[in-house]
T-cell receptor, first 116, second 106 residues
Framework: GAVVSQHPSWVICKSGTSVKIECRSLDFQATTMFWYRQFPKQSLMLMATSNEGSKATYEQGVEKDKFLINHASLTLSTLTVTSAHPEDSSFYIC????????????FGQGTRLTVV | GIQVEQSPPDLILQEGANSTLRCNFSDSVNNLQWFHQNPWGQLINLFYIPSGTKQNGRLSATTVATERYSLLYISSSQTTDSGVYFCAVDDYKLSFGAGTTVTVRA
């Protein structure tokens, strides 16, 4: 299957600082990537759709100024959690679909963010 | 959006047992995928199966699109099968079910 790489795998940051998470498609190009958030023992919730060359589309209730998304190239999307607070602590995971006859999504390893 | 319901929420199996996980969805879909989330959080693609039947080793899946459900079969379960199984649907912007937590005991 296709490979999506996410970095870092885990990060601990101080309250008020910003954290950047990278999502790369290693062996295919992705004009669109997706960012999800997962709380413990819960399902994945879509946060936003990252679009190469244009603004991200955010789901209802997601603060776009808090979660900055930049799709810099056809293989890289970044999520920056700005002015992080303890309530932002969560598992963040990205996905990229391979578009063709079948649109199958592949996921990165996820990033566990802890804000102290 | 499309509603996705998975059952059962939890499943405890003895090693070697077989099991069936179910995914119901509220509308027609172009994409249905099954994933296994391992203890480290990684989502492993199991099946891309908007319709029909597929098999991969001890796992198989069937989707009956006209009746809006999909089934994931685990045969001869092993402890490494433990984890959360998710069904996700839609046309490339995936909506996830709540998952089924599977625990396989030795």
């Amino acid at each position: 299957g296709a490979v999506v790489s996410q970095h870092p795998s885990w990060v601990i940051c101080k309250s008020g600082t910003s954290v950047k998470i990278e999502c790369r498609s290693l062996d295919f190009q992705a004009t669109t990537m997706f960012w999800y958030r997962q709380f413990p023992k819960q399902s994945l919730m879509l946060m936003a759709t990252s679009n190469e060359g244009s603004k991200a589309t955010y789901e209802q209730g997601v603060e776009k100024d808090k979660f900055l998304i930049n799709h810099a190239s056809l293989t890289l999307s970044t999520l920056t959690v700005t002015s992080a607070h303890p309530e932002d602590s969560s598992f963040y995971i990205c996905s990229a679909p391979i578009q063709g006859e079948n649109t199958e999504a592949f996921f990165g390893q996820g990033t566990r963010l802890t804000v102290v | 959006g499309i509603q996705v319901e998975q059952s059962p929420p939890d499943l405890i199996l003895q090693e070697g047992a077989n099991s069936t996980l179910r995914c119901n969805f509220s509308d027609s879909v172009n994409n249905l995928q099954w994933f296994h989330q391992n203890p480290w959080g990684q989502l492993i693609n199991l099946f891309y199966i908007p319709s029909g039947t597929k098999q991969n080793g001890r796992l198989s899946a069937t989707t009956v699109a006209t009746e809006r459900y999909s089934l994931l079969y685990i045969s001869s379960s092993q402890t490494t099968d433990s984890g959360v199984y998710f069904c996700a649907v839609d046309d490339y912007k995936l909506s996830f079910g709540a998952g089924t937590t599977v625990t396989v005991r030795a």
